[in-house]
């Protein structure tokens, strides 16, 4: 999407010497992920081996969950991989439930004469636990990440601290207490010794692909600041050139201007207690599995948009500078949710929908409007009975 010599970006480069570009952060947190060796990749592909053995065949897939039934396992079924975008959520689910049910995949393994010699491995069974903990930890960045109303800064932030959990990750192997890696702490009750060298230097790998790809973003961090902490930073720190319209020296004005204004200062004291009070609820929500009500929740970039809406114009170059900071987009989510949806209308009455009836949907699905159903309701005339 945005490659060095080809693509949009690359040309509009060309023609623009001051251009600010970004690529996709959840596309690049996805790549980051793919950076397991190959020996703990290929526990992945065993995986799928031995789960579509079970699930592709109806007569296997009953027995097996006849078998887990008996057993009376936590899960009744396997999961399917898949991959779609997001497919990582994929991937972390089923290495989580195939190691749940590891036990009773041996077993009916051994009843079908079918043989996976990896499944006895301790090399191999020491790598997948590894994999189970490890796409739990990646896929509670990628929930995180996805969704609307997140801005670029809220999303780089998440990186920049899973960058920092990795660090952590790292010394609970070197130290072996494995108090964030559950399944493989069990693991390594049963047999002992595992290879903390070896998956160190995976998770240390990953951070350094982090680091990597996410260079752009953090040297740009201060501008992707300046909507929500204006007041804070140090103006000869921003990223000017690429905004048209902004004047530097009279934003400098503008900034020495504001900040002893109590009635503006406060509008952004306001919006940082805001700000704080929507992720403290989402965090509680999350914890409880009430994923409906977030949705509920204040959008973070609403509230910022509504503090600068409330600015005056007579800080005309603040407020373009924060407006085109916010026009940023950290990830292609709701480009890409847009096409999910509108590909719903591929059914064989689309040949009715007009031009005008397409524009409407997309507008229902880009915006966060909601309708007064009583209000249209009571507009419309009721059918009487003759």
């Known amino acids: 999407m945005t490659g060095a010599h080809r693509g949009f970006v690359a040309l509009l480069q060309k023609s623009l010497e001051k251009l600010l570009t970004f690529h996709c ?226 934003l400098e004005l503008e900034l020495a201007d504001i900040a002893d204004k109590d009635m503006w200062v406060s509008k952004f004291k306001r919006l940082t207690y805001d700000l704080k009070d929507v992720a403290r609820q989402k965090a509680t929500l999350a914890q409880n599995h009430k994923w409906s009500d977030i949705e509920n929740l204040p959008r973070p970039d609403k509230l910022v948009f509504e503090t600068w809406n409330a600015i005056p114009d007579t800080y005309m170059n603040m407020k373009k500078y924060a407006f085109g900071v916010l026009s940023i987009f950290g990830s292609t989510y709701a480009c890409e949710q847009l096409f999910s949806t509108m590909n719903y209308i591929k059914n064989k009455h689309r040949s009715r929908l007009a031009d005008d009836s397409l524009q409407s949907c997309v507008k229902m699905k880009v915006t966060s409007y909601s309708p007064d159903l009583q209000t249209l309701s009571a507009e419309v005339q009721e059918q009487k009975s003759h």
């Open 25 to 250: 952060i959840l596309h690049q947190e996805a790549l980051c992920a793919k950076t397991f060796p190959p020996k703990c990749t290929e526990v992945m592909n065993v995986v799928i081996q031995i789960v579509n053995k079970i699930m592709a065949n109806g007569l296997n897939h009953r027995q097996f969950r006849a078998l887990l039934d008996d057993g009376r396992d936590h899960y009744s079924d396997l999961l399917l991989h898949n991959r779609v975008r997001g497919w990582w959520l994929s991937r972390g689910e089923v290495l989580k439930r195939f190691a749940a049910c590891l036990e009773e995949m041996k077993t009916f393994m051994r009843s079908k004469g079918l043989s996976f010699p990896e499944l006895e491995q301790p090399e191999w069974l020491e790598k997948l636990h590894f994999m189970v903990d490890m796409t739990a930890h990646l896929n509670t960045l990628n929930t995180t990440l996805q969704g609307r109303g997140a801005t670029a800064l809220n999303m780089l932030e998440e990186v920049l601290v899973f960058e920092r959990k990795l660090t952590v990750l790292a010394r609970d192997l070197q130290r072996g207490t494995l108090s964030h890696f559950p399944s493989l702490r069990e693991f390594k009750q049963d047999h002992k010794l595992i290879n903390s060298e070896y998956l160190q230097s995976a998770i240390t790998t990953m951070q350094a692909s982090f680091e990597k790809r996410f260079h752009e973003f953090r040297e740009e961090k201060t501008t992707l600041s300046f909507p929500v902490t204006p007041l804070n930073i140090d103006p000869s720190l921003l990223n000017v050139t690429a905004f048209a319209g902004v004047s530097q020296p009279d």
